[in-house]
């Protein structure tokens, strides 16, 4: 089995089940990542689980690290930690593991990165909107922590769904992004407003509903299409499906190395 090489330097939960990991590699150096990457990390199968874990659905040979990818959330100029925004799956192998970490506590992380999920291939006066459900996010924070400020001449908007406001993370430092740069528009949905012990004034409702009522090309001002817009989508593979599918219908083109389009996808699982 490798060697645990990585130590957890902090561990922030924003909500129940959903925390934000910083981990260090030990005697090694974190290998340059362009943002939108991931990094795998993995425990042994004798690493306790959350008590408030379930019965995992399948379980790996006793002799073999548990590994699964995660995005990158932290800025390519990071070079003392990679940050993870993580969900915990109640019954999966890695993340009740991974969720039990203290601060201090070692773990494996991969000293390579991987992906094309990346502002690369895309001109710089492209405009640019992100769509995640939930951890989705992740590889947003890493574009946006590291070219924000850089590139100029280009809008960009993060429309992000979660169940409640508190499950929104990085909600505070987005907010503060659209302070502090007017290409940037930060557009929260959540689709359980009943269970909100504050009344939520913002939009409610799935991602689906953001584009069809055009809230980005109300924010921005300017009509969204293919030849000025380029659209990533990441989290849940239903929520990726379903919104190529409408992008499809709208005139965008699924893009790939070798056949450049408009619409770019991760999906988590
Ligand atoms: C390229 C890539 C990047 C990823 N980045 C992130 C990230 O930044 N943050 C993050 O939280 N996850 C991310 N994931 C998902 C991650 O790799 C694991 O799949 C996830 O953490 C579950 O691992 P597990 O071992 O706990 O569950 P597993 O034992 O692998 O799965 C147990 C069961 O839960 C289901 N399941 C798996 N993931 C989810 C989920 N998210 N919601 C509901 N059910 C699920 C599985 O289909 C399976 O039925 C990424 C996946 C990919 C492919």
Same mark, same amino acid.
């Given at each position: ?58 379980? %790996? ?27 915990? #799956?109640?019954? %999966? ?34 405009? #640019? ?6 951890? +989705?996010?992740?590889?947003? !924070?890493? !574009? ?24 929104? +993370? ?6 503060? !992004? ?34 069809? !009522?055009?809230? #980005?090309?109300?924010?921005? %001002? ?12 990441? %989290? ?24 450049? +389009? ?8």
């Amino acid at each position: 089995m490798e060697a645990l090489n990585a130590v957890l330097q902090q561990k922030i939960e924003v909500a129940p089940g959903l925390c934000i990991f910083r981990i260090a590699p030990l005697g090694w150096s974190l290998p340059d990542f362009r943002p939108g990457q991931y990094c795998p990390l993995g425990l042994p199968p004798s690493a306790p689980r959350v008590p408030y874990s379930e019965p995992p659905e399948k379980e %790996g040979p006793a002799d073999q690290l548990i590994k699964r990818p995660y995005s990158i959330a932290s800025s390519s100029s990071q070079d003392s930690y990679l940050e993870f925004y993580i969900k915990m #799956v109640p019954n %999966g192998a890695l993340t009740p593991r991974l969720f039990a970490l203290k601060n201090g506590d070692r773990l494996w992380m991969r000293e390579k990165v991987f992906g094309m999920f990346t502002l690369d291939d895309f001109p710089k006066d492209r405009n #640019v909107i992100f769509f995640a459900t939930g951890t +989705g996010l992740s590889p947003y !924070m890493s !574009m946006l922590r590291s070219h924000l400020m850089a590139d100029s001449g280009r809008k960009w908007a993060v429309v992000h769904g979660a169940l409640n406001s508190w499950d929104l +993370g990085y909600r505070d430092e987005l907010v503060l !992004m659209e302070r502090f740069c007017s290409d940037f528009k930060y557009i929260p949905m959540i689709s359980a407003p009943e269970k909100e012990p504050v009344p939520w004034h913002g939009h409610v409702g799935f991602l689906d509903l953001a584009w069809k !009522m055009n809230y #980005v090309d109300q924010a921005w %001002g300017l009509k969204v299409t293919p030849e000025n817009t380029v659209i990533f989508l990441c %989290g849940h593979p239903m929520m990726v499906s379903g919104m190529e599918k409408l992008l499809i219908e709208s005139g965008f083109t699924p893009h790939s190395k070798k056949t450049p +389009g408009s619409v770019i996808k991760e999906s988590f699982t």
